[in-house]
């Protein structure tokens, strides 16, 4: 689309790739035999049904949760025990859809997660800095005047965002600016469980703009049709193109 946005080299481009994932939970089995080959830089849409396990498919792609013995899960040709679980997870970042428990400040928490070994290991000093988050923050209206159709802000609304605590932001709040940590760490790969469902039309936009500017691979959980639409048009200009998969019950 012309008014695609321009998409940034900010990260490594990478290939993920799985091999036979499944997974059960008591009497009864969600998905088994998923095969996926996330292309670098593209974008994987995936849908379907309330409770058919997608949430569960991005957490094991994240690792979060154990793989099943005969899955098979690489990014660059590279398993998971060759980076080390943390060095996988921030590569292979999993943003989570509602609140999850986080204690301090916006800032406290950028800066503690910024400062673990699997970040610094692969990270220059000048990336993932606080400046770098606070420039995020302006683009998707945190610490900053919203209008019906943009945002504007200052580096005073901004660095004022940073001392709010997490337990007190709302919703829409909350999931931006998580989102915007995890981008500021420069993941090869984001997993993205319905990225926008606590946030209100312009804010949701906006979102969607920061995310086509980044080149990490996006792999996307969306009940939202006409989002998923916009992505499906916005793939047309990145490198790494579009796949649309459908979950189907027992199989994914």
Request: charged share 25%; aromatic share 6%; net charge negative.
């Amino acid at each position: 689309a012309a008014d695609s946005p321009k998409f940034s080299p900010r990260a490594p481009c990478s290939m993920l790739t799985v091999y036979n994932l499944s997974r059960k939970v008591p009497n009864r089995t969600l998905f088994s035999g998923f095969d996926l080959s996330a292309s670098a830089g593209g974008i994987v849409v995936l849908s379907g049904p309330s409770g058919i396990g997608k949430t569960q498919l991005l957490r094991a792609l994240a690792c979060l949760d154990p793989l099943n013995p005969e899955a098979e899960l690489t990014l660059d040709n590279k398993k998971p025990e060759g980076y080390g679980y943390p060095g996988w997870r921030a590569r292979v970042a999993y943003v989570y859809q509602g609140r999850v428990s986080l204690k301090g400040t916006v800032r406290e928490h950028f800066e503690k997660v910024r400062n673990f070994a699997a970040h610094k290991q692969r990270l220059d000093k000048d990336q993932g800095t606080v400046e770098e988050l606070q420039e995020l923050f302006s683009k998707v209206g945190l610490g900053s005047d919203l209008s019906t159709t943009s945002f504007s802000s200052t580096p005073e609304k901004n660095e004022d965002f940073l001392e709010r605590h997490w337990q007190d932001l709302s919703g829409g709040e909350f999931q931006r600016a998580l989102l915007c940590c995890c981008l500021a760490l420069k993941p090869q790969v984001l997993l993205l469980d319905e990225p926008t469902s606590a946030c209100d039309p312009v804010s949701t936009r906006a979102v969607e703009e920061l995310l086509l500017s980044s080149n990490a691979t996006l792999i996307v959980v969306t009940h939202d049709a006409e989002q998923a639409d916009r992505l499906k048009a916005a793939a047309a200009g990145r490198p790494g193109g579009l796949q649309s998969v459908t979950i189907e019950s027992g199989l994914e």
